[in-house]
């Protein structure tokens, strides 16, 4: 069993950068492809970005591209989601999701291809 623990979220003007961590514990990370998404109020939850097990792929919307980075730290059983020039419309819950290590390319970008979840943290972008 894997548990994922996010932080980092807050409030942030228009143009301005936060970054989100998610931390797993349990069976090494390294074994872990790890995705991000978001639901903004009144919306489905979409795709952000991924990254693969070994860390040498990461996938992104389109919405974000040039915009956010995705990383992870296998020392640290760690991935990051780095948001910079961020937009009001970059509002919502960000999730952190952890998959077994079996999927790879664009799929990652399919909820249900993650096994674990973290729980959520807002990041709310004022104009």
């Known amino acids: 069993q894997v548990q994922l623990v996010q932080s980092g979220g807050g409030l942030v003007q228009a143009g301005g950068s936060l970054r989100l961590s998610c931390a797993a514990s349990?069976?090494?990370?390294?074994?872990?492809?790890m995705g991000w998404f978001r639901q903004a109020p009144g919306k489905e939850r979409e795709f952000v970005a991924a990254i693969n097990w070994s860390g040498g792929s990461t996938y992104y919307a389109d919405s974000v591209k040039g915009r956010f980075t995705v990383s992870r730290d296998s020392d640290k059983n760690t991935a990051y989601l780095q948001m910079n020039s961020l937009r009001p419309e970059d509002t919502a819950v960000y999730y952190c999701?952890?998959?077994?290590?079996?999927?790879?390319?664009?799929?990652?970008?399919?909820?249900?291809?993650?096994?674990?979840w973290g729980r959520g943290t807002q990041v709310t972008v004022s104009s």
């Open positions: 999701a952890a998959e077994n290590g079996v999927v790879d390319g664009s799929s990652l970008s399919r909820m249900a291809v993650y096994d674990y």
């Open positions: 349990g069976r090494s990370s390294t074994s872990y492809s």
